[in-house]
């Protein structure tokens, strides 16, 4: 059972533009939520976090936005660089299940063209 | 900050054989440490959380006792693939979580190729 979704597989988007990826979750548990970059054949990468608590978190050129009650939240990059190429990951804890134990997206993988 | 190292990057084994991979926190103090594994073009499936000092806690469908996790110091955990098959073959892929912290920071990675 798939409690984390990231519908679209891919995305493709120009240099400069602003990249947006969804994530939507199941379980109205979920009170975490963590975004993750990842390249092929390297783990991934801790890129920015949100709390139920906030519907905002911003970092540099990456925002998250959360919205409960739709059970959805986006990640915007921009502007988007080539080196922003790779998978990304959303992922979605309960602070009611095991410490730390996270559900993870499938991925979407962003391209990002010159 | 939060740099978390695996070791070895890739090992290829023979089927039958046990190859351990290990998992170090270099810079934090890691409390819980996860073991994740990787089908390609798939997403990260949690195997086992592992807290210091205690026994890991496996996921469903995880054998553990064909995949061994050691977490003995703040700093260092172990899974170990005991009697390797072909089908073990996989990205193996560790995190570690720091006391009161919820974000996990993941190693590189352990490409393991069973002949």
């Known amino acids: 059972d798939q409690q984390v979704k990231q519908n679209s597989p891919s995305l493709s988007v120009q240099e400069g533009r602003i990249s947006i990826l969804n994530c939507d979750y199941t379980n109205s548990m979920f009170d975490y939520f963590l975004w993750y970059k990842k390249y092929p054949a390297e783990g991934p990468t801790f890129l920015i976090s949100i709390s139920s608590i906030k519907d905002k978190n911003e970092d540099g050129r990456f925002t998250v936005f959360l919205n409960k009650s739709a059970k959805h939240l986006s990640l915007h990059i921009v502007p988007s660089q080539p080196g922003d190429s790779a998978v990304y990951f959303c992922a979605a804890s309960a602070s009611t299940d095991s410490w730390g134990k996270f559900q993870f997206g499938a991925g979407t993988q962003v391209v990002v063209t010159p | 900050g939060a740099v978390v190292s695996q070791h070895p990057s890739w090992v290829i084994c023979k089927s039958g054989t046990s190859v351990k991979i290990e998992c170090r926190s270099l810079?934090?103090?890691?409390?819980?440490m996860f073991w994740y594994r990787q089908f390609p073009k798939q997403s990260l499936m949690l195997m086992a959380t592992?807290?210091?000092?205690?026994?890991?806690?496996?996921e469903q469908g995880v054998e553990k006792d064909k995949f061994l996790i050691n977490h003995a110091s703040l700093t260092l955990s172990t899974l170990t693939v005991t009697s390797a098959h072909p089908e073990d073959s996989s990205f193996y892929i560790c995190?570690?979580?720091?006391?009161?912290?919820?974000?996990?920071?993941f190693g590189p990675g352990t490409r393991l190729t069973v002949t």
């Open positions: 810079d934090f103090q890691a409390t819980t």
């Open positions: 995190s570690a979580s720091a006391s009161g912290r919820r974000e996990q920071y």
């Open positions: 592992s807290n210091e000092g205690s026994k890991a806690t496996y």
